[in-house]
């Protein structure tokens, strides 16, 4: 059995004893799209589930897409990433504790970095008094995209 699958079984066992334990029941709309949030190892809005679950024709409401992710908000599954004032977006915790984030200001592209020398020493730093469950680090700046189109044109031969 590869690590996808395994850290499969360990996600949905997770979300249900959360979900034993908190005496909820697996709905068919709780479950569509808790399948369809693990299918997804990129960053997701909600907005991005219900497409994606429209495209497979299964209709369900903003309300429900919600309420599944404060769910598992709740069980320490999912994670939610406020990159800006207005974007906000969510992740898997075990793909979120694999890399970090860049985050260009000038036009909001939000890319992934994967960087042993960033990682290691935050996954080993202890924290008096403080009990991590994960971490995440954000750059902010300007991508080379953005870069680009601020540098001075040059002039134009006559």
Do not use: W
Not at 30 to 47: G, H, V
């Amino acid at each position: 059995m590869n690590d996808t699958h395994s850290n499969d079984d360990i996600i949905v066992k997770a979300f249900s004893e959360y979900l034993k334990n908190k005496k909820l029941r697996h709905t068919t709309e709780r479950d569509a799209i808790f399948e369809k949030i693990c299918q997804i190892k990129y960053l997701f809005t909600l907005d991005t589930i219900r497409k994606q679950l429209e495209n497979d024709n299964f209709h369900v409401s903003r309300a429900s897409i919600y309420n599944t992710i404060e769910l598992l908000l709740d069980a320490k599954i999912v994670v939610r990433h406020q990159f800006t004032s207005t974007n906000v977006q969510y992740e898997l915790k075990c793909i979120a504790e694999q890399h970090h984030h860049i985050i260009c200001t000038s036009c909001g592209t939000i890319g992934e970095i994967n960087n042993e020398v960033i990682n290691n020493p935050f996954s080993k730093y202890k924290i008096p008094r403080f009990t991590s469950e994960y971490h995440t680090l954000y750059f902010y700046g300007i991508c080379s995209k953005c870069k680009y189109k601020l540098l001075p044109k040059a002039k134009s031969k006559k």
